[in-house]
């Protein structure tokens, strides 16, 4: 069964400065990798995804992830963050079969100016 | 735009009540889940549907049940609902395996 760590539950960046959120997955073939961000009180709302090809995926907001096989990672970037991106990031996997996602615990941004 | 409708944003009930959390999806998907979130412990999965009456346990199961009764609803129940399952409920659907969420129900039970 595949899993999710996210190891790091709150970061804190200033506003403009870049962001590095990560995640590592287990799962023995090649997954299915999602960021999703919940904003407070809100659903979540997908940021990006990969499912094969260019291990660099872009997403909306000026998002972006790199899915390192070699390292099971799967880690979200931004070059410069706006006071807007505080929210609750979960990265989730999924298995080649099946529909299910795996979430990780979240990793809660706070940005200050 | 994909909508997923959740009934009931905020909802306090008794211990020992039944609930019923309501969820209804408008883009014909064919699957639909229900998912608690917790501080801490991210999104675990409690149900999910693949069809009209099928169902299928997630991680999380003891406690709940589902009904899926028509393509669009998908419905999670407590048929007897205790503190512990004071949560945040999130139900979503999907065509493939992205996930689309609708913007949570808030339970607490008493």
């Known amino acids: 069964a595949q899993s999710v760590t996210q190891p790091d539950i709150h970061i804190t960046v200033s506003e403009g400065a870049s962001l590095e959120l990560r995640c590592n997955y287990s799962y023995g073939a090649t997954p299915y990798l999602f960021w999703y961000v919940q904003s407070p009180g809100q659903g979540l709302q997908l940021l990006l995804k990969?499912?094969?090809?260019?291990?660099l995926v872009q997403g909306i907001k000026g998002f972006e992830a790199e899915f390192k096989r070699s390292q099971s990672s799967f880690n979200l970037r931004k070059p410069s963050v706006h006071w807007s991106d505080a929210a609750e990031y979960f990265c989730a996997v999924g298995a080649q079969e099946g529909n299910k996602l795996v979430f990780g615990a979240g990793t809660i941004l706070r940005v200050k100016s | 735009d994909v909508k997923v409708t959740q009934s009931s944003r905020y909802l306090v009930k008794r211990t020992g009540e039944k609930v019923f959390l309501e969820c209804v999806q408008d883009?014909?998907?064919?699957?639909m889940f229900w998912y608690r979130q917790d501080p801490g412990l991210g999104l675990r999965l409690i149900y999910f549907?693949?069809?009209?009456?099928?169902?299928e346990k997630g991680d999380i199961p003891e406690g709940y049940s589902v009904s899926r009764e028509k393509k669009e609803r998908f419905s999670l129940i407590l048929e007897s609902a205790s503190t512990n399952q004071t949560s945040m409920y999130l139900c979503?659907?999907?065509?493939?395996?992205?996930?689309?969420f609708g913007e949570g129900s808030r339970l607490t039970v008493l």
């Open positions: 979503a659907s999907s065509l493939s395996r992205e996930l689309f």
């Open positions: 883009m014909d998907h064919e699957n």
């Open positions: 549907s693949y069809d009209v009456k099928m169902k």
């Open positions: 990969y499912f094969s090809g260019d291990t």
